[in-house]
C-alpha cells in the first residue's frame, strides 16, 4: 500500500523545515501549498496537522503557520504514543480550577460499596436502563428536591458521563424546536462548542450586573438560552430572583428552554446555596449537574433533568438509548447516596474547599499586596483575579511556565476579552497553598509594568 | 406560576378524548390543531407528545394520530416514575440480538480485579487522561494487532462509553471535512442517525452479493462511508479481499475515510475471523470497536482507532477532552487484558455461543419445517430467518405479543424492506432453547398464509 498523500508532504515539509527554515519563519498558506502542488487543501491540512502536533511548527490566529522553536519542542516532545494528558508532574504547581485533591476521596467507603454491588445479583449480560439506573435516579432526584430547591422526579431524570453528554443530548432533542441558541458573554466555551457542532446559530448575550441583559435575549429572538444563574461563569454574578422571574416568565411564553447550569452550586462558602431555577420553572428549564466537583472527576458521572415536554422527546426518539455509565458505577453511587456517605461528603468538601478559599484569598493579600482585584469569589474551587496596574501578560505566562506553575485564563474558555486568571485551590493540600503562592507572587511582580 | 400552554391543552385534549372519542377515531393533525387555536405547532406537539407518552393516543405512520385502546395501555401503563427499559420480565422468551447471557460473567476474576485498582493508588480527584487511560489502549492495541490484523498503536486509540458516542466523536472530527455519509442499504441505522443529527447528508448505497457496491459508491461523490465489511448488517454478507482493496485505493486517492463497524467479528462458528479492514489501510479506516458482545453490554466501554490524520485533529480540537469512561472501570479491563483473562473468556464466549447457534439452527428446522430460510448466519448472537412462504406478518407479531415472545426485526433498524427476523441467543441458557423455538413454532405456523 502507498504512503497516503498527506504523509509524503508532510515528510518533504518536515525535511524542508529542518534543513532550509529558521525558528520563527512563517509558512506558505495552506492554500498555496494546496495551489502549488495542485492537490487537496484537506491533504495540506492534514500534513499541517501532523507538524503541529509533532511541534514542527505553531498557528497563531489570523497570522498563519510558522516554524517552531522544534529543537526545544522535539526534546521535549512526548512521542506519539503518548496522550493528550497533561503531566502533572512536569509542573510544581498546578492551579487547575477543576479539580480535587485525590486524598479528599472517600476510598473506604466506595471499595466497601462497590464489594457490595459486585456481591449482588447484578446482570452484566445485559445492558442497563437507557435513561440510567432508577435507584440512582432516584437519589439524585431527592437530593436535588431537598438541597437545591429543584422540582423533579426520577423519571425526569437522565444519567450521562458528564456535562458536555448531557449538553449533546440536549442539543439533540431541541433540534426540531429551534436553531438558535444564546449563550452568556463571557461565559463558558463548551454550550457554544456542543451547540455549534449540532448546528445551531450561536447568539452572545451580555452579562451585566445582575445577570444575562433580557432586553438583548429577547432581541436575540433566541428560544433556547444557556445560563449559570447562581454563580456566572467566568464574572461571579448572581442573577436576582426578579430576573429569574422574568426570565421563565418569558421563556413560557415563548415556548422556550432554559439550559442551567448549576455549576459550583454546592459549594458556597459566604452564603446559603441560591436555589435554582429548575424549581420556580420545572415545565422550562433543564438542569444541569455533574458530581465531577463534589466527589471525583474520574468516576465520570453527570445527569440531566428534563421538563415533561422532553422527557416525552427523549423517550420516543430514543427507545434504544443506551446508559452512559457503567452499571457498577451507577448504583455503587445509589447506595453511596442513600445510605447518607453522600451527604457527610458534602459537608467535608465544602468545609476543606472553604478553608483553602479563605486562605488563598488571605495569602494573595499578604504577597500580590494592591496590585489585583478579586473578580469572583466566594464558591467553587477557584478565585478569579485580575491585574489593578498596568500587567505584561505575556511575561507573566512565560514566567509561569518557566516557573513551573500552571495557570489557566478566563480569556481562553469563554471566548471574550475578559483577561482574569483563574486560581483553582481545589488540588492542593491546604499546607502547600502559601508555597504556591509565593511562588506566584514572584513572576507576578515581575510582570508589572 | 401558571401551567404552561401545552399542559392546558393537553388537559383540554384528554378529557375531550375520554368523553367524546372512541377507540380508533382519528385526531385532527398538529397543523389543524395548532390553526384552530391560534398557537404554535411545537406547543400542539408537546400536548400530543404527552398524551402519547401516557398511552392516550397513537401514531400510525403517514396517517396521524388516533385514540388508543386506553383503557388497556393506561391499565397497562408504567407510571411516568419508571424508565423505558424494556421489562423483561414481562417476557417468557426475549430474542434480544444485543445480549449476553448474565450466568458467562467472570464475575469472581472482575470482583478481584476491581479490589487491585482500588488498593491501588488511583487519583479520584482529577479528570483521567482524556483519550482512555494509557494502559487500557495498550491492551486494545496489542488485542487488535494480535486477532484483528490490525495494525494501531494506544496512540490512536480513543476510549468511548459505546458505540453511538465512538460515532459522536468521528462525526464531529470529519466534519470539516466533507459533508456527506455514506452508508449501506439495507444497514445498521445508528450510523445515520447520529450523523444526521451533525447534519452530513447521508447516500444510501446498495450491499450486493459482494458487499458493497463500489460503483455506486463512486458516484455518489461522498467521501466518507459507514461499512460492517466481516459480517455485513444485517444481511450476513462479506466482502471480499480485492473489494476491500479496491475500496482503500479508492478511499486513499480520493482522501476519504472509511468507518470499519467490526461487530461481532470475534464471534466467528464456522470459518476464521476475517482481518479487519484496518490492517490494509490503516490510513483510512476509522476502526469501531466495542466490548459490550465479548464481555458485557452493562460496563459501556467501546473504542475507535484513528487514523494519524484525525489523531492530530483530535488532540487540537479536543485539547481538553474528558475520558468517557470512569477510571476504575478502564484499570480494571485493562489488567482483565493483561493478565489473559479476556482471551480466555473470548474462547469460553466463542464457545457457548457457537453451541447455541448451532442449536438454534438445528432446533429450527426440527420445528419450522420448511417454511423458512436462513438469510444470515455463522456469526454473532443472532440468527436471521425469513419465512419462504405466504405470511402474515402482522398476525405474526400480534401473536408473539400475545404469547411472550420478544421478537425483533431487521426492517426495524436497518430503514429497508429487508423483513428477515433476527433471532438472538445470545441472552438464553442452552437448556430453554428448545422451549423457546417451540414457542414461536406455534405462532409461526398460525401466521402462514
Redesign the interface.
Given at each position: 500500500?502507498?504512503?497516503?498523500?498527506?504523509?509524503q508532504l508532510y515528510k518533504t515539509l518536515k525535511d524542508d523545515i529542518v534543513k532550509n527554515y529558521q525558528v520563527g519563519d512563517k509558512l506558505p498558506s495552506i492554500r498555496k501549498v494546496a495551489e502549488l502542488n495542485n492537490i487537496?487543501k484537506?491533504?495540506v491540512e492534514?500534513a499541517y496537522?501532523?507538524l503541529?502536533?509533532e511541534g514542527y511548527i505553531e498557528s497563531r490566529p489570523k497570522s498563519g503557520y510558522f516554524v517552531s522553536d522544534f529543537n526545544i519542542s522535539v526534546a521535549n516532545l512526548k512521542?506519539?504514543?503518548?496522550?493528550?494528558?497533561v503531566n502533572?508532574n512536569s509542573y510544581k504547581y498546578d492551579f487547575?480550577p477543576?479539580?480535587?485533591?485525590?486524598?479528599?476521596?472517600p476510598?473506604k467507603v466506595?471499595?466497601r460499596v462497590?464489594?457490595r454491588v459486585?456481591?449482588s445479583d447484578?446482570?452484566?449480560?445485559?445492558?442497563?436502563?437507557?435513561?440510567g439506573e432508577?435507584e440512582l435516579?432516584e437519589q439524585i432526584a431527592s437530593y436535588l428536591n431537598n438541597f437545591r430547591g429543584a422540582s423533579c422526579?426520577?423519571?425526569e431524570i437522565v444519567i450521562t458521563?458528564?456535562f458536555?453528554?448531557s449538553l449533546?443530548l440536549v442539543a439533540?432533542l431541541l433540534?426540531d424546536?429551534s436553531n438558535t441558541f444564546a449563550i452568556e458573554h463571557p461565559g463558558y466555551h463548551v454550550p457554544r462548542r456542543v451547540f455549534g457542532?449540532?448546528?445551531y446559530k450561536i447568539k452572545k448575550i451580555d452579562v451585566l450586573e445582575d445577570g444575562l441583559d433580557l432586553d438583548k435575549l429577547k432581541k436575540s429572538g433566541a428560544k433556547i438560552v444557556y445560563i449559570t444563574p447562581s454563580h456566572q461563569y467566568p464574572t461571579g454574578v448572581i442573577m436576582p430572583i426578579s430576573n429569574r422571574l422574568k426570565l421563565?416568565?418569558y421563556m413560557?411564553n415563548i415556548?422556550g428552554y432554559i439550559l442551567e447550569d448549576d455549576y459550583d452550586s454546592e459549594l458556597k462558602y459566604r452564603s446559603r446555596p441560591i436555589p435554582s431555577l429548575q424549581g420556580?420553572?420545572e415545565?422550562?428549564v433543564v438542569y444541569f449537574g455533574t458530581f465531577?466537583k463534589i466527589l471525583?472527576?474520574?468516576?465520570?458521572?453527570g445527569y440531566v433533568v428534563l421538563p415533561?415536554?422532553l422527557?416525552?422527546?427523549?423517550?420516543?426518539s430514543?427507545?434504544a438509548?443506551?446508559?452512559?455509565?457503567?452499571?457498577?458505577?451507577q448504583k455503587s453511587l445509589a447506595i453511596f447516596m442513600k445510605d447518607g456517605h453522600f451527604d457527610r461528603h458534602l459537608r467535608k468538601i465544602r468545609k476543606i474547599n472553604r478553608q483553602k478559599h479563605d486562605l488563598l484569598l488571605k495569602l494573595l493579600k499578604e504577597y500580590l499586596n494592591d496590585s489585583y482585584k478579586v473578580v469572583a469569589s466566594g464558591g467553587g474551587l477557584a478565585v478569579l483575579i485580575m491585574p489593578k496596574v498596568d500587567f505584561d501578560f505575556e511575561k507573566f505566562k512565560n514566567l509561569a511556565v518557566n516557573s513551573g506553575i500552571k495557570l489557566y485564563f478566563a480569556k481562553e474558555r469563554s471566548g471574550g476579552e475578559f483577561e482574569a486568571i483563574r486560581l483553582g485551590f481545589?488540588?492542593f493540600e491546604v499546607d502547600k497553598l502559601e508555597e504556591a503562592v509565593k511562588c506566584l507572587a514572584k513572576i507576578w511582580h515581575k510582570s508589572l509594568l
Open positions: 500500500v502507498q504512503e497516503p498523500l498527506y504523509m487537496s484537506t491533504t492534514s496537522n501532523q503541529y502536533a512521542d506519539f504514543k503518548e496522550s493528550i494528558e502533572k487547575f477543576a479539580q480535587l485533591n485525590g486524598k479528599d476521596f476510598i466506595w471499595k462497590h464489594n459486585l456481591n447484578i446482570d452484566f449480560g445485559s445492558y442497563g436502563d437507557g435513561q432508577v435516579r422526579r426520577a423519571s458521563h458528564g458536555s453528554d449533546s439533540k433540534k424546536r457542532e449540532y448546528g421563565i416568565k413560557q415556548g420556580l420553572g415545565d422550562v465531577a471525583s472527576p474520574a468516576i465520570r458521572v415533561r415536554s422527557v416525552s422527546s427523549f423517550k420516543t430514543y427507545e438509548h443506551f446508559a452512559a455509565v457503567c452499571k457498577v458505577t481545589g488540588g
